[in-house]
């Protein structure tokens, strides 16, 4: 069995001290790959230098939407370049967060547009950040993209609703350690409501423990404990289920059996 972390930050200092062991870690646990996404110009150049530094690593580049304001038209050509790597599979993360109030919500949209635009250029999928902005994301999404859409909603925490809207555009959905939050009934619900083939799994890393390591920082191997939780709600045994996961990962970032395996 092998999991692919679809989205983490290997790359922030969280990781300084013990770098080599989180990945002996995962590999012990049988988490295989891994997509570093950057969250500004600065980390998606480190994302970018770390997925070539190791096979089994992939790169996102993009501006989060709580550092919008950074996004200045002369720093966006970085991205064109970045993009033209092929151990770039994806802009990100990118997306609205009403939740915290780090970038203005006008800024934060037209930044948002400017990176769709990215990516439609470049023809590669996103991944989106969204947070208490579900119904503005959808909206912009059918104004500026051509469904099916190419895309991920990361650390999905919407509603059923939501789940199925995005799935309808064409998204694949991934969950991190919340789903296996004792309160997150409705999490669950929307989780076991996504089609087998739109499903993701992440950690976020260093944030988003599963419970089991609540308080404590994240990384690649706790995956486990939420891909277990999601194969179950698909009545699904985690080896079979795993196979599934890897399938959806080359179907959304356009890899190659060759690239991405459970050998």
């Not at 993009?62 to 304001?69: D, T």
């Amino acid at each position: 069995m092998k999991l692919f972390d679809t989205h983490t930050h290997l790359f922030f200092p969280d990781f300084k001290e013990d770098f080599e062991k989180v990945l002996e870690r995962a590999a012990a646990a049988g988490v295989g790959y891994f997509l570093n996404v950057g969250t500004n110009n600065d980390t998606s150049h480190q994302s970018l230098q770390l997925a070539k530094k190791f096979p089994n690593m992939y790169a996102a580049v993009g501006i989060h939407p709580n550092e919008a304001g950074t996004a200045h038209p002369e720093h966006l050509a970085e991205f064109d370049e970045w993009l033209r790597d092929p151990k770039v599979v994806a802009v990100g993360e990118i997306g609205l967060d009403y939740y915290r109030h780090h970038a203005d919500p006008a800024i934060q949209r037209q930044t948002f547009i400017n990176f769709l635009k990215i990516a439609e250029r470049h023809q590669k999928p996103i991944i989106l950040h969204i947070r208490d902005a579900y119904d503005d994301v959808i909206q912009i999404l059918k104004d500026f993209l051509p469904p099916p859409i190419r895309g991920v909603s990361h650390c999905f925490s919407g509603t059923p609703t939501h789940l199925e809207q995005l799935v309808h555009l064409g998204l694949h959905i991934s969950f991190a350690g919340p789903l296996t939050y004792p309160k997150n009934d409705v999490l669950r619900e929307a989780a076991a409501l996504c089609p087998k083939n739109k499903l993701l799994v992440e950690t976020d890393a260093p944030y988003l423990p599963p419970q089991s390591a609540r308080g404590k920082r994240n990384e690649p191997a706790r995956m486990v404990e939420t891909a277990e939780r999601l194969a179950a709600l698909h009545r699904m045994p985690l080896d079979v289920f795993s196979e599934q996961l890897l399938e959806n990962c080359r179907n959304l970032f356009g890899l190659s059996p060759a690239c991405v395996s459970s050998a």
